[in-house]
């Protein structure tokens, strides 16, 4: 989505910049997209990417909503799992499913959203919110198709190998995140009416959690060795910073 912002913060569309920035990036998905400093007059806006940087205390509110968020699943499935909560260690290493990362994957997103929409203006919050449905889908499709392809292994011996579980990570992360962004922009503009989000590198960068959850998911020895699963809460929380502080 390409939105002209102006600097009273009205909102209105400018068809032939979109236009002319469309047809320079229809054949390639990971062109980089014009920021403001690019654009005379207003602010060019690819769908979720940052137009502004955000202020100190809406970073801090979405760092405090995100960790927050990310901590209460945790905890719950910490003290589930254990039986009590122990050290930080032990909170943090606990038996990942898919329900354990989604769950706390979303909780983080969303708290990290809503703190930072607190006092924002109307087209921000809008941004932010479009930010989230990103972050969530980009995190829970790949994780899905991933879990689904290991159930597909349990069921033939064939599949049920290291060398086909690191296939299904690959499958499932690339697919999903390809997908996920399909997803995000048919959420987010059910109507089509402006130019989808194209997946960039640095989305790919960005969906580093995917692959970690991917990893601690398919139960890799090696991962489990390093315990790779006490990153999860944290990345997550990073993703809600990110839709938290998206203006």
Same mark, same amino acid.
């Given at each position: 989505m390409y939105l002209i912002y102006n600097y009273n913060g009205s909102?209105?569309?400018n068809t032939y910049m979109i236009q002319k920035v469309q047809s320079k990036t229809s054949d390639n998905s990971?062109?980089?997209f014009p920021?403001?400093?690019r654009v005379k007059k207003g602010y060019l806006k690819h769908r979720y990417h940052n137009i502004e940087e &955000?202020?100190?205390f809406t970073k801090i509110r979405a760092a405090a909503g995100s960790v927050v968020g990310a901590s209460i699943p945790l905890l719950y499935f910490a003290k589930k799992q254990h039986g009590k909560l122990g050290s930080l260690n032990q909170i943090l290493r606990i038996d990942y499913?898919?329900?354990e990362f989604l769950s706390i994957g979303a909780s983080a997103i969303m708290g990290g959203t809503a703190a930072g929409?607190?006092?924002q203006a109307p087209h921000k919050r809008s941004q932010k919110s479009q930010e989230a449905v990103f972050q969530f889908m980009n995190s829970a499709v790949p994780s899905i198709m991933i879990a689904g392809l290991f159930q597909l292994g349990k069921r033939f011996k064939i599949l049920n190998n290291v060398p &086909?579980?690191?296939l299904s990570t690959g499958v499932g992360v690339v697919g999903g995140m390809y997908i996920g962004a399909e997803l995000s922009n048919k959420i987010n503009d059910p109507k089509d009416l402006y130019p989808d989000r194209k997946l960039t590198m640095q989305d790919a960068v960005a969906n580093f959690d995917d692959v970690l959850g991917a990893l601690v998911l398919a139960k890799f020895q090696v991962i489990e060795k390093v315990g790779a699963e006490r990153l999860i809460p944290g990345v997550?929380?990073?993703c809600g910073y990110r839709a938290g502080t998206t203006d």
């Open positions: 909102k209105s569309v990971f062109l980089t920021n403001a400093k &955000a202020d100190t499913g898919l329900k929409m607190l006092g &086909a579980k690191i997550a929380a990073w």
